[in-house]
């Protein structure tokens, strides 16, 4: 279901951020894998309590791409009761990948 809601907005998203990138006169390093690993917490009724970058791909838009596309994504309702922690909160480890 993440997935799911994540893709309506990860790919807009990204799109824009590297036309804006590619305005300014920046580049990327081509032949290249850039990820971004992101620490989303979750309310128990799956609203989105903050997203945290954990691993950066070396490029701020990328980044900012990915925390953007979980914000936009959000609320996730009815996250699983075996997934929350004793303070009812949710935590999600996801990924961006991007190949250039």
Same mark, same amino acid.
């Given at each position: 279901? %993440?997935?799911?809601q ?5 790919e807009?998203? *990204?799109? @824009? ?5 590619? /305005? ?15 620490? %989303? ?10 997203? *945290?970058? @954990? ?5 701020? /838009? ?39």
């Amino acid at each position: 279901r %993440v997935r799911q809601q994540l893709e309506q907005f990860w790919e807009p998203g *990204l799109k @824009e951020r590297l036309r804006k990138m590619f /305005d300014r006169g920046r580049q990327i390093a081509t032949e290249q894998e850039h990820s971004t690993r992101l620490l %989303v917490v979750l309310s128990s009724d799956g609203t989105i309590i903050n997203v *945290l970058v @954990e691993g950066t791909s070396g490029v701020y /838009d990328l980044d900012q791409a990915a925390v953007d596309a979980f914000n936009r994504a959000g609320p996730f309702p009815n996250p699983p009761k075996g997934m929350a922690d004793a303070d009812g909160k949710v935590k999600v480890e996801w990924e961006f990948v991007l190949k250039t």
